[in-house]
């Protein structure tokens, strides 16, 4: 159980153009999502809560136009990079709670998106 | 502001040996201090989490102690094996389901 999925795995794009990032909670509802970025060798840094039906609430510094989350269902939450530059190139990686699993308190980790723009 | 350290640098061990790995924190109180293993160009896979009451939890070969006083928190593999090696991440939150703050993550190496 508790299985989260995201899509593309891997995706290279142009300088300027956007790209959209699904991730899906396969087997559980979750009302709330996390968006992370992780640069090489570096730790998970939030960027975003994704709240189903709500805005959701951004880290400081992470700019909410540029980075545009969709939580359109209780099974799936979408980020979109918008207008995106190669310092935007990263793993991002989405996580879910599982509110009437065992662990409540955890996060279930998507596989992750590598994302190189030219 | 809140931070949390892991060791540096990466731990080299033998196969059947204990890896010890340990994440400080300071400027935080977390409820929650969860252990996670990330594989490279992986998301992390959830292990254990010890809650700020509890002293100590085992799972298999696993066990986690959680020191409030000391803001320290020890990971533990026994019988250690090559399958073990990855990067270990410590990660806290302040309250039930709350956003997790995580480390900067080990990377073990267990060596046959």
């Known amino acids: 159980g508790a299985v989260v999925s995201q899509h593309p795995s891997r995706v290279i794009c142009k300088s300027g153009t956007s790209v959209k990032i699904e991730c899906r909670s396969l087997?559980?509802?979750?009302?709330?999502m996390f968006w992370y970025r992780q640069f090489p060798k570096q730790s998970l840094m939030l960027m975003a809560t994704?709240?189903?039906?709500?805005?959701?609430?951004?880290e400081q510094g992470v700019e909410k136009d540029k980075f545009l989350i969709n939580h359109a269902s209780l099974t799936l939450s979408t980020l979109t990079v918008t207008s995106a530059h190669p310092e935007d190139s990263s793993f991002y990686i989405c996580?879910?709670?599982?509110?009437?699993?065992?662990?409540?308190?955890?996060?279930?980790f998507g596989p992750g998106t590598r994302l190189t723009v030219l | 502001s809140q931070k949390i350290e892991q060791n540096s640098e990466a731990l080299n061990i033998q196969e059947g040996k204990t890896a010890t790995l340990t994440c400080n924190y300071t400027?935080?109180?977390?409820?929650?201090l969860q252990w996670y293993r990330q594989d490279p160009g992986r998301g992390p896979v959830f292990l254990l989490l010890?809650?700020?009451?509890?002293k100590e939890k085992r799972k298999e070969r696993l066990k986690v102690t959680f020191d409030t006083t000391l803001k320290q928190s020890l990971f533990h593999i026994t019988a250690s094996q090559p399958a073990d090696s990855a990067t270990y991440l410590c990660?806290?939150?302040?309250?039930?389901?709350?956003?997790?703050?995580f480390g900067q993550g080990t990377e073990l190496s267990v060596k046959p």
């Open positions: 994704s709240n189903e039906g709500s805005k959701a609430t951004y």
């Open positions: 010890i809650r700020e009451n509890e």
């Open positions: 087997d559980f509802q979750a009302t709330t």
């Open positions: 400027n935080y109180s977390p409820a929650y």
């Open positions: 996580s879910a709670r599982d509110p009437g699993g065992k662990y409540t308190d955890t996060q279930y």
């Open positions: 990660a806290l939150s302040s309250n039930q389901g709350g956003k997790l703050i």
